[in-house]
């Protein structure tokens, strides 16, 4: 039988561990390519931790959810295969899931890159009517998706974005990288909620990565300084870095037009992201968004997983 080397999930309270598993065997109208470089964002570690919606149900089972691919033709491929796991020298995938990426691409710009830059890209796409002019509070922008995500709503035509996070560096970066407006969150509520006021309240969409106590506050901050009532406020929860879970008052839902919906691989359908994520791949491959990455060999794994990633960059298992 033709081994290779993978990284295995055996527990969900320890980290992958570095493997040698049976070849895939491709079934018919499937594919089998060679894994080039995977990200190990958050997403990632939650599901090889059991607490994504995609986690495996048995183990043990592959790490990874996403991957750059070489293809038997010699392309380049991204694709995206969460639970399922891509962290293995060759996987099998449904042909039709691959999303095409340019010659010359750097796969492991690509592994870094992707999965952030499509949180915010999903969701001003087919989540929200968003159109060109319109502003965006980025809510949680000083992480990688947070940070792309004030790129990707410029680069889709944002008349004007706020990005507000804790870390004073990297606001003053985003700054001179295309916001429009910092907010910096700080322990002090009221000033956070009066700097939020003063800069968001008529803000069209929030692309939310915090949520938890944190949302409850801005909701709060904006939804009280807005003038325009029944100007549409899209609020889009995309991440969950300040808790799972809010308290909301109906007198909030009803004191504005103002909707709360989430965006994620459960809510958009698998032929829309594949059409919008190859214009978003062709956005990143011209050097339109990048997220460093730090790169660790497969058999690095368990490392790689302990790493923490510096501000601006990510954790990539290069194969
Ligand atoms: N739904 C989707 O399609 C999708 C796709 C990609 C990612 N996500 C989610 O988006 C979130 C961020 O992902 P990422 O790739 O940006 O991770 P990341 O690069 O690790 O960034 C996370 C950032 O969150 C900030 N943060 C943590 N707690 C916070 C708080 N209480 N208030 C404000 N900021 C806080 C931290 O920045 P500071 O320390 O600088 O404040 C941290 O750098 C995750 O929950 C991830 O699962 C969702």
Redesign the pocket.
């Known amino acids: 039988m033709s081994m290779i080397n993978a990284a295995l999930v055996e527990s969900f309270d320890e980290p992958p561990h570095y493997r040698s598993v049976p070849a895939p065997a491709a079934a018919p109208g499937q594919e089998t390519v060679d894994v080039l470089a995977v990200g190990v ?3 990632t570690r939650g599901i090889a931790a059991g607490k994504h919606y995609t986690s495996p149900k048995t183990l043990p089972a592959l790490a990874g959810a996403d991957a750059v691919v070489r293809r038997a033709d010699g392309s380049l491929g991204y694709v995206m295969t969460m639970g399922a796991g891509s962290l293995a020298e060759r996987i099998v995938i449904d042909p039709a899931a691959i999303i095409p990426v340019p010659e010359g691409t750097d796969p492991a710009l690509l592994a870094a890159t992707m ?2 830059a ?2 915010s890209w ?1 969701a001003l796409r087919t989540r929200v009517p968003f159109q060109a002019g319109q502003s965006v509070l980025v809510h ?1 922008a ?5 940070s792309t995500a004030v790129k990707v709503a410029k680069h889709l035509g944002a008349g004007r974005v706020i990005a507000a ?3 004073r560096a ?1 606001l003053d970066d985003l700054a001179s990288e295309g916001a429009d407006s910092v907010v910096q ?1 700080v322990p002090d509520e009221d000033v956070t909620a009066a700097a939020l006021a003063e800069a968001a309240a008529e803000v069209d969409v929030v692309l939310d ?2 949520w938890g106590p ?1 949302t409850e506050l801005a909701m709060r901050a904006v939804l009280g300084a807005r003038t325009q009532h029944t100007r549409l406020l899209d609020w889009v929860q ?5 808790g799972d879970a809010i308290t909301l008052s109906g007198h909030a839902l009803r004191s504005s037009a103002f909707r709360i919906l989430g ?3 459960g809510a958009v359908d698998t032929e829309v992201m594949l059409r919008e994520f190859a214009e978003l791949v062709a956005a990143i491959a011209a050097g339109g968004m990048a997220v460093r990455p730090h790169p660790f060999r497969l058999d690095q794994v368990e490392a790689a997983w302990a790493h923490q ?1 510096a ?1 601006g960059e990510r954790t990539v298992i290069l194969l």
Do not use: E, K, Q
């Open positions: 964002h958050p997403a999965n952030p499509l949180s999903t949680g000083t992480g990688n998706a947070g996070g804790r870390n990297r969150l990565y915090v944190p995309i991440g969950g870095m300040g965006s994620g691989f990633d501000p």
